[in-house]
């Protein structure tokens, strides 16, 4: 059995090693130092490269990038997306006007066409019919559709005429 003998002390390269992972809560980050640096120590990218999923090209593109900006570009940068189009201010004055009758506002019910047509009304901005079902799940509100009686595996059931809307049950 060999035991590895060390030039530096054992306990300050752990203490180093919980140092650097500390420094960073950033996973992605780390992984990328930790493949360059394996690189740099004489590994091949080749090598590397069907134990880490990159692709070989992709590990010497990072090499590059350290190599000529330094470790902190391998750093992720914040993707900023596309800004809402509504402000909070508005999305409390929708949520308010949703609260409310629908037909306060001229609508028989609150649903993804209607807040569509509401929002560009009131605030000229135009949201799709998806969007605003969106919304409606960001304000807390959730679809409530009827439930058919008897189901579809049961058409047969006498039940089922008696469920049936028509002009002999109506009366």
Request: hydrophobic residues 30%.
């Amino acid at each position: 059995m060999n035991i590895r003998t060390f030039k530096s002390d054992k306990q300050s390269l752990i203490d180093e090693g919980k140092r650097i992972v500390s420094m960073s809560d950033d996973a992605k980050f780390l992984r990328k130092v930790t493949i360059v640096n394996l690189m740099l120590n004489g590994a091949s990218a080749s090598s590397l490269s069907p134990s880490c999923g990159e692709t070989s090209r992709t590990l010497t593109s990072w090499m590059k990038i350290v190599d000529e900006q330094g470790f902190e570009a391998l750093r992720p940068k914040k993707q900023s997306g596309r800004p809402n189009r509504l402000t909070q201010y508005q999305k409390e004055k929708i949520k308010v006007a949703v609260l409310s009758s629908p037909e306060e506002a001229g609508y028989t019910v609150w649903d993804g066409p209607s807040l569509s047509d509401y929002i560009n009304k009131t605030y000229g901005i135009s949201l799709g019919v998806r969007q605003c079902q969106r919304l409606f799940h960001e304000f807390g509100f959730s679809q409530i559709r009827p439930q058919t009686f008897p189901s579809k595996d049961h058409e047969d059931d006498p039940r089922r005429d008696e469920f049936k809307k028509t002009e002999r049950n109506l009366v």
